[in-house]
């Protein structure tokens, strides 16, 4: 279904915004570093999300996993 892979296309999306917001905030040395660990709080509940999603995808069989070389006819 592509509505799941635009799903966790836009999910690994955010994981990478939320990843260089955290680089940006670190980067700038503010004072206040609350905010580096409230991005990198932010990517580690979305790497968690998609992962269960995409578990949840293949259990439902909405995905199927395959290899690099399809299987020979």
């Known amino acids: 279904m ?10 690994l999306g955010l994981i990478v915004l939320s990843l260089g917001a955290g680089m940006l905030s670190l980067v700038k040395g503010r004072s206040d570093s609350n905010t580096t660990v409230k991005f ?3 990517r580690i509940v979305l ?3 998609t992962f269960v999603f995409i578990a949840f995808s293949f259990y439902m069989g909405w995905i199927q996993p395959h290899g690099i070389v399809p299987p020979a006819s």
């Open 40 to 42: 990198l709080t932010i």
């Open 2 to 11: 592509t509505i799941v892979k635009i799903i966790i296309a836009v999910l």
């Open 47 to 49: 790497s968690i999300v």
